[in-house]
């Protein structure tokens, strides 16, 4: 007999034989395992933070791509705004409260295929900036992420890490030598030699070594656990290491989900400031749309490959990478100019030019960003009309 999952149906039909199995075992969740196609149930996918703007997001696009999919997840509404998000419930996903911190909240959660996990304190100010201690990073983005962990361990699910472009050294990344061209920082490429730095922005083999920030330090502990608990355990995992995510209805502030929090509060006459580096606004960040980064998840889900990297960037790349000051002129265009101050303290953790190149995302996944920078800037500018006061939920 031949035995299929639905997960590898389309790329790996698979012969039923002891060794397949053992080797399938270490790939894929234990449901979908030993089940003729026809009988494998509905995937359940459990999204923690599915309140929030990425999780809230990619519990959308998988409601949108697989219709019978059991959808379900977790969130303690920690994040000014994250409660607008349990209307979620109207697409037929369910949303619980709880907190990853408490082993007790997940233990009467049903099993689940995958598990997508989507809640932290995603600042890289986490931990310093007297709105959070560092042992409440470390409990919510670390300790969470271990007793997610072993709830895979339990039900053998599937594990996606949502990780950082701020798991790449500090040190390095802020000594590149820069030169001004336009409105913008560009570093001179001829002139640097360092390794995973190239003209397509920063990729995996870029250092890892401390500092990256008590934030970052949280995701590099997160990413090594869960390859292990995953190599231990058998459970596959995939990590996503995410540049910078905006699109409409993020809850965006000056320290994150600055892309959104910059349109909204030029359109709503807040003040705004250039911070460091001259107080001029040319530091540049790339964008991606969380529905890219959700096709990214879908791919991971239904298909578990053994040769590809574990862990890839998922970002939108030096296409659709831009400084603040050409995000200013952007508004100044929608909705018309005014004053940004500069400051020149500089904060720390600040980089000035931080790409994420994506190549090995598309070498594995066959995946790359299909929503440009314009068209995310102009889907924010349309939430920002249509809710003015959206800054307010975050105050
Ligand atoms: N937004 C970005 O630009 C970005 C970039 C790189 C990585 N990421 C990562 O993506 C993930 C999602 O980020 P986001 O932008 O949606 O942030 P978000 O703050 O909008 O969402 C996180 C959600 O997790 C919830 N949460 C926090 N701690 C929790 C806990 N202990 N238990 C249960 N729920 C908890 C919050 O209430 C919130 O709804 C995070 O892991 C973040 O580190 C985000």
Not at 82 to 92: Q, T, V
Not at 353 to 364: F, N, P, Y
């Amino acid at each position: 007999m031949r035995v299929r999952t639905r997960s590898v149906l389309a790329l790996h039909p698979l012969e039923e034989s002891q060794t397949e199995t053992v080797r399938l075992r270490t790939l894929l969740p234990s449901s979908f395992l030993l089940l003729p196609y026809n009988l494998v149930p509905s995937m359940r996918i459990f999204i923690t933070g599915i309140c929030g703007f990425v999780g809230s997001a990619i519990a959308r696009r998988i409601r949108e791509s697989l219709h019978d999919a059991k959808i379900f997840g977790i969130d303690n509404l920690s994040r000014a705004g994250s409660e607008r998000n349990r209307r979620l419930a109207a697409d037929g996903i369910r949303v619980n409260h709880g907190d990853m911190r408490l082993a007790s909240d997940l233990e009467s959660l049903p099993e689940a295929d995958w598990v997508i996990d989507a809640a932290a304190l995603p600042s890289v100010l986490a931990g310093v900036d007297n709105r959070s201690s560092s042992r409440q990073l470390v409990e919510h983005n670390l300790f969470g992420t271990v007793n997610i962990l072993e709830y895979c361990r339990r039900w053998n699910s599937g594990f996606i890490l949502l990780s950082t472009s701020r798991v790449y050294a500090i040190r390095p990344l802020s000594e590149i030598s820069l030169e001004v061209e336009g409105d913008r920082f560009v570093p001179q490429f001829s002139k640097i030699k360092l390794a995973g730095f190239s003209r397509a922005g920063v990729s995996e083999e870029f250092s890892n070594a401390a500092p990256v920030s008590l934030y970052g330090a949280t995701k590099l502990a997160s990413e090594a656990l869960a390859l292990e608990f995953g190599e231990t355990f058998g459970f596959p995992v995939w990590i996503n290491r995410c540049g910078v995510l905006a699109g409409a209805g993020q809850f965006g502030t000056a320290e994150q989900g600055i892309f959104s929090f910059w349109l909204h509060a030029w359109r709503a006459g807040k003040p705004l400031r250039y911070i460091g580096f001259g107080g001029r606004g040319l530091q540049v960040r790339d964008a991606l749309h969380p529905e890219d980064l959700g096709d990214l998840v879908l791919k991971q889900i239904q298909n578990s490959e053994p040769k590809r990297s574990r862990l890839c960037n998922a970002s939108g790349g030096i296409d659709q990478a831009m400084s603040l000051l050409e995000l200013s002129n952007w508004c100044a265009r929608r909705f018309g100019s005014r004053e940004v101050s500069a400051d020149l303290q500089e904060r720390p953790f600040d980089i000035p030019w931080l790409v994420l190149d994506s190549a090995r995302a598309h070498t594995d996944w066959n995946w790359k960003p299909a929503r440009s920078l314009s068209s995310i800037l102009t889907e924010i500018a349309d939430h920002a009309e249509r809710n003015p006061d959206w800054l307010d939920l975050m105050a």
